[in-house]
């Protein structure tokens, strides 16, 4: 148990270190890019708007830095993260709350199925060392090289520009009323797929590489030529026995890159115009709504956490070392 | 003990079964490391016999090739091993012989465990951390075992961990809440859950505190009388082996320098080599003798000089030893059943001291 | 001194390498190689590769080869100055970590997790927008200053092991001094996890600094290859089928990323000889009988010469 309290206790921590580092980074860099909107907004914005977006933004300066810091929680905890300057005057949460399902979705499912499928055909690759298979290594190698959002670009051009197969941007025939019918589930899907491929070649490489590598390490371990001594099928060697144990470093490894690849997926959303967390991060970017910046900010993190320890709670499933701790 | 009239085993090519039953012959094996083009000859034409019912001990530093040995007899060698040569017969249940060398991937894994099953060195590394020990042998008896069902198999695992002393509730454990010991006892166990014909163990007790490793030797030795199983056993202790052996064969630089009766290679050995393992070990019984060692370290196999491999570390090295490879054969003493591979019992000059005993 | 020339005699990380070196010349040398000046706008707009334009031109007929030479500097030049400052931290705290051990490893250990589990690209985002301008250098250190983590967690774990070895526990009962133990008998130990972390976070700060000049971050006057996508993807080169305009740019970007991680193989190799493939070239197994197993030995009965 004290493996997953500790988890926990991680969590909480990066969490609070995360919002922390939301609260000071419009404090501590130079440039003062709110008060001029403010301004700008002048007569339109209610009292109490422009006073979570002072707090937010650290232009309270009549008030120290620990008051306005638990005034900065304050707003948190009632799921107060200012206004949008773009969508004025709809809230920030409001905004992310309609974009991240989209994006746990695409990104989520997609993370997923590159995860499972990489991991198959690392296994195949490592247990089939010098053959064949190898040559395949290469290949895994460039995917891993290649930006995210270029392979997306090339799939647009090729698979929707060229040969019209898929539409190259949106998440959802517009024309349809969304609703669970089976119709615009089946349009949500059609123009999903293609962001979702792109997120699974380009991550799935990254996948194959780290589990190959680990069947090849593990291949050598007693415990794997025990269960050849045994004379057990090679299918149940090599899926119960080696990529068992190999699979464990992946998962934890899935854990800790799970930063680096919803980070780059999110691109991914850029380039479709898909309607998830990451495309609006964009636009915020592209339109200098800081507000709209630090609560997209603030929600990927706290949603990768979550995901972080579904993860382990995953890890302390598959190694009962981690869930025992008498002899 | 079996001693008797030892066919030379580098000749001996007829493949029926001989006077002695042996249930386990290796002959002329040959193995490389490394698939390039310049392998190193880990094992150059080692040739052995194990009779029904015998334990032979298999001696030697560590490098010298022991495990390499057991592990190309069952073909279990990783890449880059590679068996170059040789023929491992195993005598089966139904008097049949079979080279496992030449059988097919679906015949050899019949084989395996049902005939022949290993202990190997490190007891925590040999089991898999993920799996309750229940699962580990039950897999093992359900692979041969197809129509078996389930709790039937499991009903075994329970019996065999009874048989190693060990109670059956254990089964639910995973193997890092056993101790050392255990899980040493867990590996016999699973090792004799088909009851195989011949038993490697490699090194069993190596990791283990003294009082351990009698329990666990006496424990197998009793088995054997009981299940009568033949044992290879392979360890760097020579002194042990003279315990539980009947026969033992020294290995030195990948090739077997001496076999003999066990009680023949401690009171008297013939080769060097032996001679100077036996002052390496505190003996466990009889009086105390001093410690001596070999000077100097087995030789880099992947550089090999001409002549007998021992010769830069013997005392009684000579000028032939340094260009001649000595091959196994009859001592000169002419005593039956023993073998040695030694330029000092074929130059017909009186024997030193040591080895002429 | 053996370890180097394997190194060197490794057949990928010779090609990662040459690569390396190949986009070094057009960073060190690229204005005077380029044929026009990037900026330069011409007649021939948005044309497809010539003899006078040979990766065409944008739509407003800047020469697109100029644009990706002169660029390799400004990517060059990112992936460098983060690496650095990135192994840098890296080492400072997973060294630190590794050797003092205690409430202080702990600590330093949270702190790089923490640094791992949140996104890294969404924070390099938030801080480079609100910078008043996020040029080249700014995003480098960034990048430095939020990709050490990964270094660092590896380099403790490497510190903590070879602070168990015998040479380092006899050089700290002789009564070494802590620094100089760390200067002598642990950095120069870890050589190979630092370089392989360096390169490591190369690649990563150039694929960040690229993505990061294609949603229009850093100011797009500074030529990148991020810049040319950002260029392209904005003037509907896609729609328009200008193929030259996107996949040129791209392919350079995957080439140096891949020659990364060709030099990064090498690395892995010398430090866990298990992935070595020494000796197992598939084509010459198969030619002499050889299917290397897990489990099953080959037996080759060849004539011994």
Redesign the interface.
């Known amino acids: 148990m004290s493996f997953l309290l500790r988890r926990i206790a991680f969590y909480v921590l990066t969490a609070w270190a995360a919002i922390t580092i939301n609260f000071f980074i419009p404090r501590l860099l130079p440039g003062d890019p709110v008060t001029a909107l403010l301004g700008r907004m002048q007569g339109r914005i209610d009292s109490n708007a422009e006073h979570a977006l002072r707090v937010l933004f650290g232009l309270d300066q009549d008030a120290t830095l620990w008051q306005q810091y638990l005034d900065y929680w304050g707003l948190l905890l009632r799921g107060d993260l200012g206004l949008s300057f773009t969508h004025f005057p709809t809230p920030v949460s409001e905004i992310v709350n309609q974009s991240l399902p989209w994006t746990v979705g695409l990104v989520g499912v997609a993370t997923v199925i590159a995860f499972v499928v990489g991991s198959l055909i690392g296994t195949f690759l490592g247990w089939r060392r010098g053959t064949w298979a190898d040559g395949l290594l290469p290949v895994a190698t460039f995917f891993q090289a290649v930006p995210y959002f270029w392979l997306g670009l090339i799939t647009i051009a090729v698979l929707s520009v060229n040969l019209g197969w898929f539409p190259s941007s949106g998440s959802y025939d517009r024309g349809l009323v969304p609703a669970f019918t089976g119709e615009f589930i089946g349009s949500v899907v059609y123009y999903g797929f293609l962001p979702a491929l792109t997120v699974v070649l380009s991550s799935v490489a990254g996948w194959v590489l780290g589990m190959r590598n680990m069947m090849v390490t593990v291949s050598s371990e007693d415990y794997v030529t025990v269960a050849h001594a045994k004379g057990l099928a090679e299918r149940q060697v090599m899926l119960g026995y080696a990529a068992r144990n190999a699979v464990l470093p992946q998962v934890s490894s899935f854990a800790l890159s799970l930063g680096f690849v919803v980070g780059g997926t999110l691109i991914m959303e850029m380039v479709f115009s898909y309607q998830g967390i990451g495309y609006t991060l964009y636009q915020a970017v592209s339109t200098h709504d800081y507000p709209l910046m630090q609560g997209c900010f603030l929600v990927i993190t706290l949603s990768v956490l979550v995901a972080n320890m579904v993860a382990d709670l995953a890890y302390a499933l598959l190694d009962p070392r981690t869930r025992t701790e008498d002899r | 003990m079996s001693a008797g009239v030892e066919t030379d085993p580098g000749v001996a090519r007829d493949a029926g079964p001989t006077a002695e039953d042996p249930v386990l012959e290796i002959r002329n094996l040959?193995v490389d490391y490394?698939?390039?083009d310049d392998p190193t000859h880990v094992l150059r034409d080692v040739s052995l016999t194990l009779r029904r019912g015998e334990v032979l001990g298999l001696a030697g530093e560590s490098g010298c090739g022991k495990s390499t040995l057991a592990?190309?007899a069952?073909?279990?060698?990783?890449?880059?091993?590679?068996?170059?040569?040789g023929e491992v017969w195993l005598t089966g249940r139904d008097g049949e012989r079979a080279d496992l060398?030449?059988l097919s991937?679906a015949e050899?894994?019949?084989?395996?465990?049902?005939d022949i099953?290993?202990v190997?060195?490190?007891a925590m590394?040999?089991?898999?951390?993920?799996f309750?020990i229940e699962k580990q042998i039950v897999?093992?008896i359900l692979?041969?075992r197809p129509r078996m069902r389930r709790e039937e198999a499991r009903e075994r695992a329970a019996e065999l961990l009874r048989l190693v002393g060990i109670s059956a509730d254990r089964l639910r454990s995973?193997p890092?809440?056993?101790?050392g010991g255990m899980r040493q006892r867990v590996m016999i166990a699973?090792a004799l859950a088909l009851e195989p014909q011949v038993l490697i163990m490699d090194e069993p007790t190596t990791a283990l505190d003294v009082v351990m490793q009698r329990q666990i030797l006496e424990q197998v030795m009793e088995l054997r009388e009981r299940l009568g199983f033949s044992v290879v056993f392979i360890t760097h202790d020579v002194s042990l082996l003279v315990e539980v052996a009947d026969r033992i064969a020294v290995m030195y630089a990948g090739e077997i320098v001496e076999t003999a009766a066990a009680r023949d290679v401690y009171t008297r050995p013939r080769h060097p080599y032996s001679a100077g393992l036996l002052g390496s070990f505190p003996p466990l019984h009889g009086p105390r003798r001093e410690l001596t060692g070999i000077p100097g370290a087995p030789p880099d196999l992947s550089a090999r000089e001409p002549g007998c491999p021992f010769a830069p570390r013997c005392p009684h090295a000579m000028d032939v030893c340094r260009t001649e490879l000595p091959v196994l054969g009859r001592t000169a003493q002419g005593e039956d059943g023993r073998l040695v591979a030694c330029h000092l019992h074929t130059a017909g000059a009186p024997l030193p001291e040591e080895v002429g005993r | 001194m053996r370890n180097q020339l394997l190194f060197l005699r490794n057949g990928k990380v010779v090609t990662g390498l040459a690569i390396l070196g190949f986009f070094t010349l057009l960073a060190v040398l690229g204005p005077w190689l380029s044929p026009y000046d990037p900026n330069q706008v011409s007649d021939a707009l948005l044309s497809p590769p010539s003899a006078t334009h040979w990766l065409g031109t944008d739509h407003t007929g800047r020469d697109i080869l100029s644009q990706i030479i002169v660029g390799a500097r400004g990517v060059l030049v990112v992936g460098l100055v983060a690496g650095v400052s990135a192994t840098v931290v890296g080492v400072l705290v997973g060294v630190t970590a590794g050797f003092v051990g205690g409430v202080g490893d702990e600590s330093l250990s949270a702190l790089s997790n923490m640094f791992l589990v949140i996104p890294q690209l969404p924070l390099i985002i938030l801080i480079a927008a609100q910078l008043p301008s996020a040029g080249g250098l700014t995003v480098a250190l960034v990048i430095g200053a939020t990709g050490w983590a990964w270094g660092a967690r590896v380099l403790r774990a490497q510190t903590l092991s070879l602070r168990k070895r015998d040479f380092v526990e006899a050089a700290r009962a002789n009564g070494e001094r802590t620094w100089r133990l760390v200067l002598a008998e642990v950095l120069p130990n870890l050589t190979a996890v630092i370089a392989s972390g360096f390169v490591g976070t190369v690649t990563f700060a150039v694929l960040s600094q690229v993505t990061l000049s294609f949603i229009g971050i850093t100011p797009v006057s500074e030529w990148n290859w991020g810049t040319i996508l950002f260029w392209a993807q904005n003037n509907l080169a896609l729609q328009r089928g200008a193929w030259w305009w996107f996949v040129p740019a791209g392919a350079c970007i995957a080439l140096l990323g891949m020659a990364l991680t060709l030099v990064n193989f090498g690395i892995d190799e010398i430090v866990n000889p298990r992935l070595r493939s020494t000796g197992l070239h598939a084509r010459s197994l198969r030619r002499r009988g050889i299917r290397p197993r897990v489990g099953f030995t080959p037996v080759v009965r060849e004539v011994r010469s």
């Open positions: 040959s490394g698939f390039g592990y190309a069952t073909r279990l060698l990783p890449p880059p091993g590679l068996i170059t040569g060398l030449s991937d050899l894994r019949a084989a395996r465990w049902r099953a290993i190997f060195q490190g590394s040999s089991l898999n951390p993920v309750r897999d093992g692979a041969h995973y890092h809440q056993l101790s699973m």
